[in-house]
């Protein structure tokens, strides 16, 4: 069995800070500030008249606080000398000092170092009634070794002035907490690091206000990164508030409740009443600026909020920070954050170490655990929320209780972390949410420009759409052999197909996307398609074409084909029987094997027929010639097509592509049209397309490197590509052009 175990246990103490102070000096003067400015950093300070409770034994409940204070600020002044109470104080906390838990730091508030260490001047005229008493030695002793430890003396501080004294004592004790809870929270892993990285960004000591966004995916620890520059940066600051959760405290309380926070947090005063959202934006344009704040914004999804919350610079102070976490990067660019910042997963090693701590509680597998460990953690594909809860799931299970928890994975995703990342997908429109189902489905690891063509045949706006699954952090794009790709982590993709299944889990007949081989070539020999079905995507040599294509007919409103066939078989299929559903509206399949298109197929929403290496003797079925009314894509490259009334068929519905994007370009009102392809593929049509824009004033030029399109966009503002239209169809002997 996995069992858990610790490598080192570390004290967790009840204070941070224990005050020791003689009352009638400093009690209702530098003590008490300097007690609520430790206690605006979230300091948790002992002082005796604040914390002990009435009816207990005061001495007995002194030196427990004591010892369970981390830090002790020992306050000498002049009269601190002349009490056996001060005096045993600090007896107790030089004994717990010697210790490695615990850190005293004198403070020499209207006395030397010298006079404590020697009972001299004011400290021996206090100690002067104590002098004969049975404990003078050992106090004599303890005033000795606390004047020789590192602090403060007041006069020789920030020129004497006691506020700026005091903000220095506190950036001490908040910047050794700060170490210290690093320390603690064994279980955060490769935090220093990133924290090291985004830091450069939040311009510390500048004299602007800093708004830096984190952007990441649902789980990729977005909270937890600004949690850990919260508590490192904090102490530099007049005034902080972290805003957890705004995205559901604003559907639960509104805006202004969230306002409240920020000023109560950042004032330091609970009784902050805020009616409306813009009363709240007048308050804080009104009373923040004269402070610098740290303010992190956890989890915004909506302009509006920011709008609230942080509507303008010049609300803060100069070198103020303002930090917001979210999932949405156009929530980030509409506010005019100029610092964006992605979250990084984590890589292998940080993750098998941080599933090791939840599961083992130690940085490495146990023996013995080392492959089913290795197993989870690829299934996590580094994203720490997923780790952390399967390590704390699988904590102390049997290695056959792990092994049945791994195969559930494989077809049941993991619950909290698919109800996290969906929040990114129900906050999409319609037509995105399509979109999305239809990359993790069917697209993932498509090259972009081929994805922006097949849903814009299915009647999608694909360009701003995958933006807006980028900007949202459901989609990556990434860099191979000089294309730009569609990737996607593979949680995401688990939770888009669960979206499609979950309607009907045992009834794939009934999804809207199909991918899956075995399910699909059960549906299509059973004639089980419906209505439902939206797209299919199958890779597989191993079919038969004829039950396939039979199998589509009940599919009415099938829009995208997409099918990779046998490509070393010559047999030729018979369309008879056969069927395309009329609602196609792309459809890509290499190696066709039948001889031509159905009869039945009137290819009326046709937009997209790219069918390379097909065995085509004739398009239609008969000889029938049919016009392709909506076709933009045209590919039947290595087709055995040669009949030149066939093929003619196919010429003009190029040309009308051609046409369409002509006109187009000269509808739009251009006067310069560029193009990264050539005009023409060949000379014919490339001469025709110049004379086309010559006739009508406009001038053209085909092979423009990216370069210097990219140039021309900055330089003039009228522009109007012809895009990557594929114009291009086999060489036919009998066809003269």
Excluded at 164 to 183: D, G, H, N, P, T
Excluded at 404 to 411: H, Q, V
Excluded at 627 to 652: A, E, G, P, T
Aim: glycine share 6%.
């Amino acid at each position: 069995m996995a069992s858990s175990s610790t490598s080192s246990i570390r004290k967790i103490f009840k204070y941070d800070v224990f005050l020791s102070f003689r009352g009638e000096d400093t009690r209702t003067n530098f003590v008490d500030h300097l007690y609520h400015a430790l206690k605006q950093k979230n300091i948790h300070t002992y002082k005796d008249d604040e914390e002990i409770k009435k009816g207990e034994n005061i001495s007995d409940e002194l030196i427990g606080s004591i010892e369970d204070s981390k830090f002790y600020i020992i306050v000498f002044s002049k009269r601190y000398a002349s009490s056996s109470w001060c005096l045993n104080e600090l007896v107790k906390i030089m004994e717990c000092q010697k210790t490695k838990e615990h850190t005293a730091y004198p403070v020499f508030y209207d006395v030397e170092p010298r006079e404590v260490r020697k009972q001299e001047g004011a400290v021996a005229d206090a100690f002067v009634n104590l002098k004969n008493k049975e404990a003078a030695g050992i106090w004599r002793e303890a005033l000795k070794e606390a004047a020789n430890l590192a602090g403060w003396e007041l006069k020789n501080t920030a020129e004497g002035h006691e506020a700026k004294f005091i903000r220095k004592i506190v950036e001490v004790v908040s910047l050794e907490l700060r170490f210290i809870s690093f320390s603690i929270d064994e279980k955060l892993v490769g935090m220093e690091t990133r924290i090291k990285n985004l830091v450069p960004s939040l311009g510390i000591g500048c004299d602007d206000v800093r708004m830096i966004g984190i952007k990441g995916m649902g789980g990729a620890g977005k909270t937890t990164l600004a949690r850990a520059v919260f508590d490192h940066i904090s102490f530099q600051f007049e005034g902080t508030s972290f805003v957890e959760n705004v995205r559901e405290k604003d559907s639960l309380s509104g805006l202004n409740s969230l306002q409240k926070q920020v000023l109560s947090d950042v004032l330091i005063d609970k009784d902050i009443n805020v009616s409306g959202v813009y009363e709240g934006k007048h308050m804080m344009k009104r009373r923040i600026p004269n402070r610098k704040v740290l303010v992190v914004l956890d989890d915004v999804d909506d302009i509006n909020q920011l709008e609230a919350l942080a509507g303008e610079p010049n609300w803060f102070k100069a070198g103020g920070v303002i930090i917001i976490t979210t999932r949405d990067e156009q929530v980030l660019v509409a506010h005019r954050v100029k610092f964006i910042h992605d979250v990084n997963l984590l890589s292998y090693e940080e993750a098998i170490c941080l599933f090791s701590r939840f599961a083992f509680g130690r940085d490495i597998p146990i023996q013995g655990y080392e492959e089913l460990s290795r197993q989870v953690v690829r299934y996590a594909a580094g994203l720490p929320l997923t780790i952390k809860v399967l390590g704390s799931f699988l904590c102390g299970k049997t290695d056959l209780e792990w092994i049945d928890a791994i195969e559930r994975l494989k077809t049941i995703p993991e619950k909290q972390t698919s109800k996290k990342l969906e929040l990114s997908y129900i906050s999409l429109e319609e037509d995105y949410k399509e979109i999305f189902l239809d990359v993790a489905c069917i697209m993932k690891g498509w090259p972009k420009d081929d994805a922006i063509k097949a849903l814009e045949c299915c009647g999608f706006h694909a360009r701003n759409g995958l933006k807006v699954l980028e900007q949202k952090s459901l989609i990556t794009i990434y860099k191979k052999f000089d294309y730009d790709l569609l990737g996607m982590h593979d949680h995401i993709v688990e939770m888009g197909r669960n979206i499609v299944r979950r309607g009907h889990p045992d009834e794939p007949h009934n999804h809207s996307r199909l991918w899956i081989k075995d399910e699909i070539e059960e549906i299509l020999a059973n004639d089980l398609g419906t209505k439902a079905t939206r797209c299919i995507r199958l890779h597989s040599v191993k079919f038969n074409p004829h039950i396939f294509i039979k199998g589509l007919r009940k599919m009415k409103e099938l829009r995208f084909l997409s099918v990779v066939g046998d490509s070393y078989s010559d047999l030729e299929f018979s369309m008879a029987g056969s069927d395309f559903p009329n609602a196609l509206r792309y459809v890509n399949w290499n190696f066709y094997p039948f001889s031509s298109l159905p009869t039945t197929f009137q290819a009326n929403n046709l937009v997209a027929l790219k069918m390379v290496h097909s065995r085509f003797v004739q398009l239609w079925e008969g000889g029938e010639s049919k016009v392709f009314n909506k076709l933009r894509f045209l590919d039947l490259s290595f087709s055995r097509l040669s009949d030149s009334l066939q093929y003619q068929s196919i010429v003009d519905a190029e040309w009308n592509v051609i046409y369409d994007k002509l006109d187009k370009c000269v509808k739009s009102g251009a006067k310069i049209v560029l193009s990264r392809l050539a005009i023409g593929e060949i000379q014919f049509l490339n001469v025709f397309c110049y004379q086309y824009f010559a006739e009508r004033d406009i001038f053209c030029a085909g092979r423009v490197v990216k370069d210097e399109v990219n140039n021309v966009i900055d330089e003039i503002s009228m522009l109007h590509q012809l895009g990557d239209i594929l114009l291009w169809t086999p060489p036919c002997p009998s066809f003269t052009r």
